[in-house]
Structure formats: structure tokens, C-alpha cells
Nanobody, 127 residues
Framework: QVQLVESGGGSVQTGGSLRLSCTVSGYTPGTGNYCMGWFRQVPGKEREGVAGMDRYGDVYPASLKGRFTISRDDAKNSLYLEMNNLIPEDTAMYYC????????????????????WGQGTQVTVSS
């Protein structure tokens, strides 16, 4: 059974940074055969992909590139999202996700790529 548990959310002021963590268990895609990502959602809006990664590299929406960085540590079974220069518009519930290749057929930032989801961690950025 695949389980993903996010942590690291909280409240910060504009310009601050946060590092989200996602502990992953039961996900055994095989060497290089992984799709992993971070999404966010605010009430009343669709879930938005903010970072994705597979064996070919990392992908970000153009609007976030340079501020958000996704990484993983296989030894710790963990996925991370480093967020810098945060602005109030980044306020949302953040979710980590994992899936099986092909990662880019439906878009590595698309929800349909991912079969497994965490419960989310709230990020609030105040001005």
C-alpha cells in the first residue's frame, strides 16, 4: 500500500521560505521509473501542479520556475519542495503525489499522471 505524508507547512511572511517534505512508503517504481510531484489547491479552484520530476528531469510552471525546487532523497524515502521568495498568492494546501510512467503522456504537472496522493499540508503567506 502506497502512503505519502506531507509535513513542513506553516505560516510565513512575504519573502520567506519553506521546505515541504513528503515521506513515501510502499512506492517501488523501479530504478528511474518514477513520477513524483507537488500540487497545490485553494478553495474553489482546481488543483495546480507546481513541480514534477521523473528520470528526465524537473518541470515547473513558467510562473514558478526559479522560486520552487523539487528534490528527492531515496535513502530517506522522501520528496521535498523548497519554496523561496514566497508571496500571498502561494497560500494553499500543498500535496505530494506519485505515479507510474509514462509521466509525460498526460503532462508531468497534470493530476491524471498521479495515482497516489498525500493528505496535504497548509502553507499560508501573509503580506
Amino acid at each position: 500500500q502506497v502512503q505519502l505524508v506531507e509535513s513542513g507547512g506553516g505560516s510565513v511572511q512575504t519573502g520567506g521560505s519553506l521546505r515541504l517534505s513528503c515521506t513515501v512508503s510502499g512506492y517501488t517504481p523501479g530504478t528511474g521509473n518514477y513520477c513524483m510531484g507537488w500540487f497545490r489547491q485553494v478553495p474553489g479552484k482546481e488543483r495546480e501542479g507546481v513541480a514534477g520530476m521523473d528520470r528526465y528531469g524537473d518541470v515547473y510552471p513558467a510562473s514558478l520556475k526559479g522560486r520552487f525546487t523539487i528534490s528527492r532523497d531515496d535513502a530517506k524515502n522522501s520528496l521535498y519542495l523548497e519554496m523561496n521568495n514566497l508571496i500571498p498568492e502561494d497560500t494553499a494546501m500543498y500535496y505530494c503525489a506519485a505515479g507510474n510512467p509514462p509521466c509525460r503522456a498526460n503532462g508531468i504537472l497534470g493530476e491524471r499522471t498521479y495515482a497516489y496522493w498525500g493528505q496535504g499540508t497548509q502553507v499560508t503567506v501573509s503580506s
